[in-house]
């Protein structure tokens, strides 16, 4: 079943707090603002207009229809689980999510005033420039039809980048709840492996008639003879001899090439936490039972028709995590792995009884009906279409960010 009128690839990622709309006033018709339709949410800080919010309420949308197993029916009845595992029907969920969202929008705000943080004119050009590549490859034309102008969405993007001054400012040099260079250093030596490997087929490339099996690539192969295999494990298993009697790993390297003939480097390397790596489950095993500099090889696939040998040499973490001190953006990156969920967590619990003021009124106008393909699975009256936004009949989105003092 079709769910959105309009495919769109919500590639970018929103933190999905858990909240109810009860810590916020309802303003509605008999309110301070009968029939505005031009913002959603407000608090003394900043005011979110109603195309972010469509915004948001359009990507609780796309998220509830990935996790709803069973596409048959009322989607909006459909059973999932949310982020915490807790059951609920994706209707249930779009609202709280959406309301999550809206809330941490604000808080953000008000949280980036409180703590006196600005945006340099590269993080403004940057954040921009991401609202830029995104609208014009995936969302404009979901977005326009739906009533999302491009300064609603680029606003979006402004709030991730806030988000993120907010969490350095958290735990960086000064922050609240700092996390000193020693702490840091020890986390990463824990956490973190310094791989290197090179790869070598245990198989030849060969025409039709001789292929025994199809490589990912479509190349034809035939698995070496044993003779053959046998010799290049005798090899690896000298490199690896060398290596842990004492030779650098890079001088054995050179041996290698020498051995095969190749005229590059062909290590691959990376430090890393190594169920982040992207490398095989074999791989990972046997880095994760080696010692720092330690080598040794593995075959992966020996009893199939394209088996591959490694050389592996898991690396001095001591020696890399003196890096930490000169590169921000690698000291950045371990925090955020070290930190990350924590401040996730901070951030939930500060937005579930967050303080604001809900239009109703601009709200209900835009339900989440108006993502669903004819016929809709659930009525909608008195609210607005899509196409009537299309056309410009609804004053669907001011797109103005109000920041008061």
């Known amino acids: 079943m079709k769910i959105l009128k309009k495919t769109v690839a919500l590639a970018i990622s929103t933190v999905m707090i858990g909240t109810s709309l009860s810590g916020c006033v309802q303003a509605t018709v008999f309110g301070k603002y009968p029939k505005d339709y031009s913002w959603a949410y407000k608090d003394s800080v900043s005011t979110m207009s ?171 192969h035939k698995k070496k003879s044993d003779k053959d295999i046998k010799a290049i494990k005798t090899n690896f298993d000298k490199y690896v001899k060398a290596i842990n009697g004492g030779t650098s790993y890079d001088d054995e390297v050179k041996v290698y090439m020498k051995d095969y003939k190749v005229d590059s480097d062909p290590t691959i390397s990376a430090t890393n936490q190594l169920e982040n790596s992207g490398l095989g489950e074999e791989l990972q095993k046997a880095f994760k039972e080696m010692k720092d500099k330690q080598a040794k090889y593995i075959v992966v696939g020996e009893d199939g028709d394209a088996p591959m040998i490694y050389l592996l040499y898991r690396g001095d973490i001591k020696e890399e995590s003196k890096k930490l001190a000169d590169n921000e953006d690698l000291s950045t990156s371990v925090l955020y792995q070290m930190k990350d969920k924590e401040f996730e967590e901070d951030v939930k619990k500060a937005v579930k009884d967050y303080q604001c003021e809900i239009n109703t009124e601009a709200v209900d106008k835009y339900p989440m009906t108006m993502f669903i393909t004819e016929p809709a699975t659930e009525t909608a009256t008195q609210t607005a279409t899509a196409d009537e936004i299309a056309d410009g009949d609804v004053e669907a989105d001011v797109s103005v960010v109000s920041e008061n003092g």
């Open 50 to 220: 109603i195309g972010t919010y469509i915004y948001y309420n359009m990507e609780s949308f796309y998220n509830a229809s990935s996790k709803v197993k069973n596409g048959e029916g009322d989607f909006l009845a459909q059973k999932l689980k949310d982020d915490d595992d807790k059951e609920m029907t994706a209707k249930e969920f779009i609202t709280k999510t959406t309301d999550q969202s809206c809330k941490q929008y604000l808080y953000v705000n008000k949280t980036f005033k409180d703590l006196k943080l600005t945006l340099t004119d590269e993080e403004i050009s940057s954040y921009k420039a991401t609202a830029d590549q995104y609208w014009v490859s995936y969302y404009k034309t979901a977005c326009e039809t739906m009533g999302i102008s491009k300064e609603s969405f680029t606003e979006t993007q402004a709030i991730r980048m806030k988000l993120d001054k907010i969490f350095r400012a958290t735990y960086q040099k000064g922050g609240k709840k700092e996390v000193k260079a020693d702490e840091l250093k020890k986390y990463y030596e824990e956490n973190y492996v310094n791989y290197n490997y090179i790869s070598l087929p245990l198989y030849d490339e060969v025409t039709d008639e001789e292929a025994e099996s199809t490589t990912e690539d479509g190349h034809e």
